[in-house]
């Protein structure tokens, strides 16, 4: 146990912004839209909300119960959980394999903060205007072909990381939050109000609402089902570390819930402010990533407004994937705090400078580093496969099992204020639907 005190979130408010913010990252802004839009539309958000509410809802709370209980770091708090509950101190490798997980997905989520940071920079510059398709393509290409910008991005945006999360938990991860998720509100409203402007607003809506139950198969699905586990955060050690900064106070259930609604609700909106865009631009919806770094700047390069629209959206991704990457960070640096002497801010300084330097090895792996290191996979492939179709499942089963199964029945009802048919619907959920959900995504992606 930690002799250092414990930091608290200092409003429920607080804990809903950072928990929000972690959940809205780059998956949110270009991949859950043009998931909904292929998968059926209406369909798929109902299926996604579905699994959301059975399996990525009842690991968000078990992540959020294990950590407020533990008051410690990831690992930390499943080892003292456990041994209170009667058992096994081992379930510590739950928490330490979030830990890890957490820290590889800054290294190379980071590489991709800094393509949004240069993009940013090339809305200011005009780099887009007047582009046909080639040239954008051309300009990708040349970035990811360039070591050296590459290094500059993932730089400039990891030492924007490490000073947030450097300031500690009410100065670095709640001032951030409270600027910069009301900012990336505003401007998703003001996006969306300029899509409504477009002629195609209609058309967007219908892609993105209207049910088309034959475009739902086994993979739609599946894809919802991973997208749910992936948005929240869960498996990362992110949740157990931010409700280890929670008080008694906080329903868990109910905060879950709010989390979740929010995060949709974002989600949708950046559909709504991007696919009137494409589609009154007659654009390729199917192009994956590329629709953020080649589709859209093609559009705003060619359109009246489109310097400021760029600046917007690319503004509005940089801050997505910033509220993300601070989340990753924290996991990592509450462990080397509370298990070495060091300080908050060299704690910080440490973690964040080994992501920095794993992250080199991922961008080099666009460029001079290019050929494949294991399984034909280069570095970046590497550390994405890895981590999300193996550490992160089975780090939130860990954790829904150590819940559902391990720890007194009746406590955690208490803890979440459950009776009667709510007990026994939580209970069915947390020790069978979840992590049969999880396994089955699991399997699956194999």
Known sequence: ???????????RLAFILAATGSAVGLGNIWKFPYMVGESGGAAFVLVY???????GLPILVAEWLVGRRGQENPANAMADVAERAGRPRIWWLVGASGIIGAFLILSFYSVIGGWSLYYTLGSVTGAFSGQDADGIGELFGNMLASPGLLLAGHSVFMLLVIGIVARGVSKGLEGAVRTLMPALALLLLVLVGYGMTTGHFGQAVAYLFNPDWSALSGDTVLAALGHAFFTLSLGMGIMMAYGSYLGEEVNLLKTARTVVILDTVIALAAGLAIFPIVFSN?????????????????????????LILGLMFFLLLTFAALTSAISLLEPVVEFVEERTPLSRSLSTLVAGVGAWALGIAAL????????PVLFG????????????????PLTGLGAIIFVGWFLERRGVEQELG???????????????VAPIGVIVVFIASL
């Open 49 to 55: 909300l579905l699994c959301i509410a059975l399996i």
């Open 282 to 306: 007659g654009l390729d919806l199917d192009s994956g990533p590329g629709l953020i770094f080649v589709t859209l700047p093609l559009a705003f390069g060619n359109m009246g407004g489109g």
């Open 377 to 392: 996979l280069g570095v970046f492939d590497l550390l994405d496969k890895l981590t999300s179709k193996f550490m992160l």
């Open 418 to 432: 459950l009776s009667g048919g709510m007990a026994s619907l939580w209970h069915l959920v947390s020790r069978y």
């Open 364 to 371: 080099l792996s666009f460029n001079v580093w290019s050929d």
């Open 1 to 11: 146990m930690s002799n250092k005190l414990h930091a608290q979130w200092s409003s």
